[in-house]
T-cell receptor, first 114, second 113 residues
Framework: EPEVTQTPSHQVTQMGQEVILRCVPI?????FYWYRQILGQKVEFLVS????????KSEIFDDQFSVERPDGSNFTLKIRSTKLEDSAMYFC????????????FGSGTQLSVL | GEDVEQSLFLSVREGDSSVINCTYT??????LYWYKQEPGAGLQLLTY?????DMKQDQRLTVLLNKKDKHLSLRIADTQTGDSAIYFC?????????????FGKGTHLIIQP
């Protein structure tokens, strides 16, 4: 069964550094998403991406965040200057076809900001 | 804003049925989902229901939707040790694709031998 893959599975970084989290969505999917889950809290929507641009974003997705689909297969989340509170599990998801009722999630990248 | 609530823990005996409940506030929810998260793993889509349906069955899983009360439940028949996981309820306002899911905090399903 096709799946969403995310790399790396764990990322440790120093506060203030830039990180790029990578995702390969399911190949025929059209919609791409990033979510995050801070330890012990709800899974939160960050951003959706369609047709090479951001469709929707939440209040969490401020100017330090950006997304890109650089080459038609990868979908990346960049955090420009990481803060301690950015430590979380980041999930990529994709959905496709005409009516996008199903979202498939990757296994996540655990980001630890020290 | 939208909110989704679930109880945090459910403990059942192996072989019994598990019923995980969820309430949501957004009356314009179109799709409602159940995701499963095993330790160290991502979110696995278990099943989903469209808001014009009352019930959906898929092998051991039965989803019931009471749209009037904004209540969703997931019944797992003949619960096995492999069903131990966190189960997330989620809702989505439209099927249009762009908007995100709103998740509950998740229910830890604990299986007693």
């Amino acid at each position: 069964e096709p799946e969403v893959t995310q790399t790396p599975s764990h990322q440790v970084t120093q506060m203030g550094q830039e990180v790029i989290l990578r995702c390969v969505p399911i190949s025929n999917h059209l919609y791409f998403y990033w979510y995050r889950q801070i330890l012990g809290q709800k899974v939160e929507f960050l951003v959706s991406f369609y047709n090479n641009e951001i469709s929707e974003k939440s209040e969490i997705f401020d100017d330090q965040f950006s997304v890109e689909r650089p080459d038609g297969s990868n979908f990346t989340l960049k955090i420009r200057s990481t803060k301690l509170e950015d430590s979380a599990m980041y999930f990529c998801a994709s959905g496709g076809e005409v009516v996008n009722e199903k979202l498939f999630f990757g296994s996540g990248t655990q980001l630890s900001v020290l | 804003g939208e909110d989704v609530e679930q109880s945090l823990f459910l403990s059942v005996r192996e072989g019994d049925s598990s019923v995980i409940n969820c309430t949501y506030t957004d009356s314009s929810s179109t799709y409602l989902y159940w995701y499963k998260q095993e330790p160290g793993a991502g979110l696995q889509l278990l099943t989903y229901i469209f808001s014009n349906m009352d019930m959906k069955q898929d092998q051991r899983l039965t989803v019931l939707l009471n749209k009037k009360d904004k209540h969703l439940s997931l019944r797992i028949a003949d619960t096995q040790t492999g069903d131990s996981a966190i189960y997330f309820c989620a809702e989505r306002e439209t099927g249009g694709g762009a908007d995100g899911l709103t998740f509950g905090k998740g229910t830890h399903l604990i299986i007693q031998p």
